[in-house]
Nanobody, 124 residues
Framework: QVQLVESGGGLVQAGGSLRLSCAASGVTFSSYSMGWFRQAPGKERVFVAVINSSGGSTYVADSVKGRFTISRDNAKNTVYLQMNSLKPEDTAVYYC?????????????????WGQGTQVAVSS
């Protein structure tokens, strides 16, 4: 079965960095666009970043532009989210998700598979 397993979350001070990883199994990873989403306490889950299946195209939300970078290693079936200059408002549970086919985007409903999430907490 399909599994997406996130790791790399934790507690960090404002201005610090974290790198999240999401390891996929049970899918032909190179055929899927991969996205990162986050859900802050009491708020809806929102889009953070997406990368297409080849890794040649990426898009990040305005709220993290210039601070977060999404990348992937298809040989390792893993997608990454490098988070720099972290702010307290980045505190959330971060989820990775997989979208099959040639399309990619920010619409959560188009993602077929989701990980269980990893907690990121940024202290001020």
């Amino acid at each position: 079965q399909v599994q997406l397993v996130e790791s790399g979350g934790g507690l960090v001070q404002a201005g610090g960095s974290l790198r999240l990883s999401c390891a996929a199994s049970g899918v032909t990873f190179s055929s899927y666009s991969m996205g990162w989403f986050r859900q802050a306490p009491g708020k809806e889950r929102v889009f953070v970043a997406v990368i297409n299946s080849s890794g040649g195209s990426t898009y990040v939300a305005d709220s993290v532009k210039g601070r977060f970078t999404i990348s992937r290693d298809n040989a390792k079936n893993t997608v990454y989210l490098q988070m720099n200059s972290l702010k307290p408002e980045d505190t959330a549970v971060y989820y990775c998700a997989a979208m099959s086919g040639s399309s990619w985007g920010v619409d959560q409903t188009r993602y077929a598979y989701w990980g269980q999430g990893t907690q990121v907490a940024v202290s001020s």
